[in-house]
């Protein structure tokens, strides 16, 4: 729920609205505000499950201290939603926990590819 | 690399205070903020402050920010924003990551002002969506414009608790109660004053025994607790609640300054480590200074004026004031920082914070016999 009328600090200004996607859903948000307002402000607010135990977890300090509300944005594991502003088109999943990184799912074979390919030690 | 006479580290009220007085006084200035826009938590006090005319009481916090970054931008203050400081690469030089990006700032000064964090308490459910911090619902509501629910019960009746659950009203909100483990109200009563006009209850004696709830929080179980913090069996009341807020005090943010080698002292009442400096806020480590809630956690006016005091003190060693002129200017902030350390809420910070700088004096003395 957005507080659109406030007491000391009046209408909320004319938004510049986008659209997202969280988990395979499209959402609309006020562009550049953290993602983890716009899920918040459409009353979402399980954004991730922990690696051992599959809890669920939420904001918990908004200010980008405590990583309890990072999920996968395009892709990147781990990202402080607190914080990060939303863009049109942006990709945002519900984190299973660590994460991965699509593109590099084995760092370690794709470094050793590298230096098969003769790369920077020759 | 980035060269510059004094790098701050943080841009909260303290850092910004620390700024536009090292910058008023002649100095280069860099402030260096790992967020997005500079302010720190100012921007979400939309209460009017305390104290005098000179401590801009009566304007609301983000007013006072509004009229700070003006100040900044007038005195040409480089402003390094999505800047992380992660290690000190020698010593004077902050390896940063800018925007994604590692620079290096060489300053000849260093006004470390890196504020505090939210404390928690812990018990069955915590972890549960909708447990979250009361600065984090302040800055959903004051900052962002989003409630982050509907139904709110309130851990904590200091001023965070209070001013919080305020402003989460005025949000529209539906506060259903405050619980405080001490026998008394924590804050101040003008604050708690409003809480009960409102018809709120605030339940001294009282904590929270368990949230419940599957997925996110659904309710929470309060109990009362006698005089030695026990819970007492058979009082227990459920609320019926979305969200749970904690304004159980905060922690200095001190990393960086361990990293940078300050000596440090535990003081519990200004919230447990903090670094010890002396009466011109300069830390063990020579031309490195300290202000606002990382050296105690206090209130934002009383950070501006440590601020103040930092960027005076820097300002003056690398030349930029008669030292006469600084003595006058100090002497004021020292005489305002007392004033809003006094009354039977401030005395106690003023004493810790005269511990603090008499600890420095004692460490000094020690080296001074070992030399």
Redesign the interface.
């Known amino acids: 729920m957005r507080v659109e009328d406030h007491a000391i600090l009046g209408k909320m200004p004319e938004p510049q609205w986008v659209e997202f996607e969280f988990d395979g859903q499209t959402l609309q948000a006020i562009e550049g505000e953290p993602i983890a307002a716009a899920l918040l402000a459409h009353g979402i607010n399980i954004f991730r499950k922990t690696p051992k135990t599959g809890q669920p977890r939420g904001i918990f300090c908004a200010i980008g201290r405590c990583n309890d509300c990072v999920m996968t944005v395009n892709g990147v594991p781990n990202v402080r939603t607190c914080v990060e502003p939303v863009k049109a088109g942006m990709k945002v999943q519900s984190q299973i926990g660590n994460g991965q990184f699509p593109e590099l799912a084995h760092p370690g074979e794709e470094a050793a590819k590298q230096d098969n390919q003769g790369g920077c030690r020759g | 690399m980035i060269n510059t006479e004094i790098a701050i580290v943080g841009g909260g009220p303290a850092g910004l205070a620390a700024a536009i007085e090292a910058a008023s006084a002649g100095a280069q200035v860099t402030v260096i903020d790992?967020?997005?826009r500079p302010g720190g938590?100012l921007f979400k006090q939309?209460h009017k402050f305390f104290g005098s005319k000179a401590h801009l009481a009566g304007v609301?916090g983000f007013e006072i920010g509004n009229r700070m970054l003006r100040q900044i931008q007038d005195l040409r203050v480089n402003v390094c924003l999505d800047s992380v400081v992660y290690a000190l690469a020698d010593g004077n030089t902050l390896a940063v990551v800018k925007q994604g990006q590692t620079v290096e700032v060489r300053a000849e000064k260093m006004i470390v002002a890196t504020g505090a964090?939210?404390n928690?308490i812990n018990f069955p459910g915590w972890?549960?969506?909708?447990?979250?911090?009361a600065?984090?619902?302040q800055?959903?509501?004051?900052v962002?414009?989003?409630?982050?629910?509907?139904r709110v019960l309130m851990i904590g009746s200091g001023n965070v608790g209070l001013i919080v659950s305020y402003q989460l009203m005025?949000?529209?909100a539906d506060v259903v109660a405050l619980v405080e483990a001490l026998p008394k109200i924590n804050g101040y009563g003008v604050h708690a004053a409003k809480i009960r006009r409102a018809g709120v209850p605030i339940l001294v004696s009282h904590t929270v025994r368990e949230v419940q709830g599957k997925?996110?929080v659904a309710g929470a179980v309060v109990v009362r607790l006698d005089e030695r913090f026990r819970h007492v069996p058979g009082s227990e009341q459920f609320f019926a609640v979305d969200t749970v807020c904690m304004a159980v005090g905060l922690s200095p943010?001190s990393e960086l300054c361990r990293l940078l080698g300050c000596q440090f002292t535990y003081l519990p009442e200004m919230g447990g480590f903090v670094p010890l400096h002396d009466a011109n806020m300069e830390t063990s480590v020579p031309g490195l200074y300290v202000a606002g809630d990382l050296t105690g956690v206090e209130e934002a006016s009383t950070a501006m004026e440590e601020g103040r005091l930092a960027g005076v003190s820097a300002a003056v060693a690398l030349g930029y004031l008669d030292s006469a002129q600084a003595e006058v200017r100090k002497e004021e902030i020292r005489i305002r920082l007392e004033n809003l350390r006094s009354g039977p809420f401030g005395e106690g910070r003023n004493t810790a914070k005269q511990v603090i700088i008499q600890r420095y004096q004692g460490i000094c003395s020690q080296a001074g016999k070992e030399a």
């Open positions: 790992e967020n997005s938590q939309i609301r964090s939210e928690v972890t549960l969506p909708g447990v979250i911090g600065g984090a619902a800055t959903m509501i004051n962002h414009r989003v409630l982050p629910g509907k005025q949000a529209g997925e996110n943010l």
